[in-house]
C-alpha cells in the first residue's frame, strides 16, 4: 500500500478568520517547492454552496481555490464532499436516522480523500470554528482526525485575547484528541507586527501551552493587508434583496473594486463638503432625492484621479419615481457605481455593517489573490511548515 500523503487541515477561531485565504497563501507558498499537480484542495464540510454550469452543487469555495492556483481539479463536485445546506441540520436533529446520515458524509470524505491518494500533500479546509459541524457529526475536530491530519490553526492577531482564544480552543482541540502542528497568527495590525512576533513566538506559546506534543510551531504572524477584507460594490449589491444598478455605472473595474468606508451624507446642501467628508474607495450614502447633494458628489467624483474615485454610491428610500430621471442622467457618464435600494438610511447601514463584518473573496478579486500570495511570500515559514508536515 502506497504511503498516503500528509493533510494540512486548516482551522480557524470564527467564521471569517481567513481559512480560503489561507489555503489560498499556502497553496501559493509550497508551490514554489512542490509542483501544483502534486497538490490536492478540497472542503471537507460546507455551507455556502454555488452552482455550476453542469447544474452541480458544490462549496464555493473550492470554486475560488481552483480559479486562483491551477491546481488540477478536474471533477469539482468530489472536493465538496459534504453540503450543510438550508434544512439539513433540521431534518438531522428531527429524524430518527442520524447515524446513517453521519456515516454517509463520513463515506463521502473517504471518497474525496481516495480520489486524492496521488498527491505529495492534502490542504483540507475547515468551516467556522472549531465546533461548527458538530450538529450532524461532523465537527472540525472530528473530521481532522477522520483524515489523520496535523491542523494548522488560525487566530488573530493581539496578544490577550489571542491566548484567551487559543485556550478555548485548544482545550477542544485537546479533548477530541486532535493533532495541532501550529498557529498562523493572521490579521496583525502592522504597527504591531514587531511586538507580537517578539513576545508571541514559539517559546512562549509553548511554555503557556506545554500539553502538546510535539511543540507547537509558529508558521508566520500575517499583517493585516489593505482592502483584502473589503466588499466591492458589486458584493454590496448582492446584499440588497429589492435593489437596482443605475444605468450608466456598470463600469466592470469599478464594480469590482474594494470599498474603504462608509459615508452617511446628513448635512445639507450648504453644508455638504465632499472634500472634507469624503474620501477614495468610500461609499456615499444618501437619500434618493437629494438632487443637489447627488451633483457634487458625481462633481467631485469626476475630478478625481482613477484611484483616488469612490468605492460607490447608494440612494437610500428609492421608488418609482425616486431616482428621477434627472439624477439618473447625472449619473450615466459617472462611471460610479450606484445602487438604489427601498431601504432607509439606518437600515441600509445595518445591512452593509454586516456585510463588511462577513467579506469572502469572489472569483472576480484577482487583485486580492495577488496580494495573498506577497503576504504569504513575505511572512509565511514555508521552510518550517514543509519540515513539519514531512516534506
Known sequence: MSKKPPVVFIAGERQHAGKTVASLGVISAICDVIDPKDIGYFKPVGQEMITLPNGQRIDKDVRIVKEFTGLDMPDMGILSPVRVVSGVTRDYISGKNQAEITAKFEQNIHETMESLSDKKIIIAEGTGHPGVGSVVGLSNARVANMLEAKILYLVGGGIGRTIDELEVDFSYFSHHKSK????????????????????????????????WNPDLNVFGHMPIVKYLNNPSMQLISKSFKD????????????????CRKVKIISLDYENFDPDRALRPRDIAVLGAASHRRLQKVIDWNNAQPNDKKLGGLILTCSSDKMPDAAAEAALADSCLPAIAVLKDTAETDATL??????????????????SIVALFKAHFDTEKFLKTYGL
Do not use: S
Open 180 to 211: 495541532v502542528a501550529g498557529v498562523l497568527f493572521n490579521k496583525v495590525l502592522p504597527k504591531k507586527l514587531d511586538q507580537m512576533k517578539e513576545i508571541v513566538n514559539e517559546e512562549a506559546l509553548n511554555r503557556i501551552f506545554p500539553e
Open 243 to 258: 435593489h437596482r444598478a443605475i444605468k450608466g455605472g456598470k463600469c466592470a473595474g469599478a464594480w469590482h473594486r474594494a
Open 353 to 370: 455593517y454586516k456585510c463588511f463584518n462577513n467579506t469572502k473573496i469572489q472569483l472576480y478579486d484577482k487583485l486580492k489573490h495577488e
